[in-house]
């Protein structure tokens, strides 16, 4: 099937349309589905279009500036790619297409654990410099600290640490699939390990190999084990965020995994405010979930984000056209969000804050 032309493309849904034409059923279903239900699944996206942005006029905005930085990365714009497993299924090049996007655009990738590109094949094409890579803590703690002395070797500049993901979610549609990685593909982070001789029900065997008793001490753990600032994602209570602060992570990404995890947990939108309000500026706070148009961005910072994370549009993007696919789909986004800046009066991301939310019941009573 031929895809139309990249510059034809006006948004992250019509990425998805193709991506659902092109791509094998289980791929597809793999990184589309949510868990149970999916019913956090479309509140992550529904919840944003419930939030009002209110327009201004008469304020100089024929400039606007979209850059910024977390945690000393420099950002064109304060969008930036979430980790996201098994890139490959969707081209044959995966996290090295990714990285080439990133890397176009002046934006930044996480890599999965769980990729199907290593730590030293990235960190070979992305010339020693390959962002931040995410951590599944393995009850196996030599796995984990070999994972971590190799991403360090391999230049990576901070660890995602990933702490909503005791157990994998039950995603419906990969058991109807008995989902496996296609024939070819290796999660290459565990080339050794039984992990790649797995056939069916792949899920369930990286479920188990991950550590369900992880607690807050291992975070202490992990500190005496790196010396990379450590941020942690998957935090969706104030409570788990305080705690987090306390135990001296560098950084939170308020998530639910995509939906992937507990469903009918809120939306990370529904959340934000609250887990900013808890970190109170001591780290920054940044959020994925449902992020769709440049509008989300734009409510997601007004809300005290530093930055969001995108998964499933850079999959979409992906599957499409490569590196290519990706730099249209964050450029469309960044393009909305410039244009969405530029209707609500603020001119960078620094100014960006809650007054450009429509809030009834504190509107001035002039
Ligand atoms: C197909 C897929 C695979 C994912 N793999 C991982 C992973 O390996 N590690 C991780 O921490 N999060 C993973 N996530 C969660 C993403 O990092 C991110 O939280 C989520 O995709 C954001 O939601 P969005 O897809 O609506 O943008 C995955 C999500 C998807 C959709």
Redesign the pocket.
């Known amino acids: 099937m031929k895809n139309k032309p990249i510059s034809s493309y006006l948004n992250v849904d019509e990425f998805k349309q193709t991506a659902e034409k092109s791509l094998p059923r289980m791929v597809y279903d793999?990184?589309?589905s949510g868990s149970d239900s999916q019913v956090t699944l479309s509140e992550?996206?529904n919840y944003y279009k419930n939030i009002k942005l209110m327009p201004r006029g008469m304020i100089d905005v024929s400039r606007i500036d979209l850059k910024t930085s977390v945690l000393g990365v420099d950002l064109s714009s304060p969008i930036m790619i979430?980790?996201?497993?098994?890139q490959c299924m969707a081209h044959p090049r995966g996290e090295l297409e990714t990285y080439t996007a990133a890397k176009n655009l002046g934006s930044h990738m996480?890599l999965?654990?769980?990729?199907t590109t290593s730590v030293e094949e990235l960190s070979e094409h992305a010339n020693g410099n390959p962002g931040w890579f995410?951590l599944?803590v393995f009850k196996e703690r030599s796995v984990t600290i070999n994972l971590v002395k190799r991403a360090e070797k391999s230049g990576f500049k901070a660890l995602?640490v990933?702490v909503d993901?005791p157990f994998l979610g039950r995603r419906e549609a990969d058991f109807r699939n008995d989902f496996s990685l296609p024939h070819g593909l290796l999660l290459k982070n565990f080339a050794d390990l039984p992990l790649n001789k797995v056939q069916g029900g792949l899920n369930k065997y990286i479920g188990s190999m991950v550590d369900s008793s992880l607690t807050w001490t291992d975070i202490t753990w992990l500190r005496t084990i790196t010396k990379l600032p450590i941020l942690v994602?998957?935090i969706m209570s104030p409570e788990d965020a305080h705690i987090a602060v306390q135990n001296g992570v560098d950084g939170i990404?308020v998530?639910?995994?995509?939906?992937?995890q507990l469903d009918t947990c809120p939306s990370t939108i529904e959340v934000l405010p609250h887990i900013v309000r808890a970190v109170n500026g001591r780290v920054p706070v940044l959020v994925?979930?449902?992020?769709?148009r440049g509008t989300d961005v734009l409510k997601a910072l007004a809300l005290g984000a530093k930055a969001v994370?995108?998964?499933?549009?850079v999959?979409w993007g992906l599957a499409t056209a490569g590196h290519e696919g990706i730099e249209r789909v964050m450029t469309l986004l960044s393009e909305e969000l410039r244009l969405a800046m530029a209707f609500t009066g603020v001119t960078t991301v620094s100014a960006i804050n809650s007054s450009i939310i429509w809030n009834p019941s504190s509107a001035s009573k002039l």
Do not use: C, F, W
């Open positions: 793999y990184y589309a992550n996206e979430a980790p996201t497993a098994m996480t999965s654990s769980i990729a995410q599944y995602v990933t993901t994602k998957g990404i998530s639910n995994h995509g939906a992937r994925d979930g449902g992020v769709r994370m995108i998964g499933r549009p999959l």
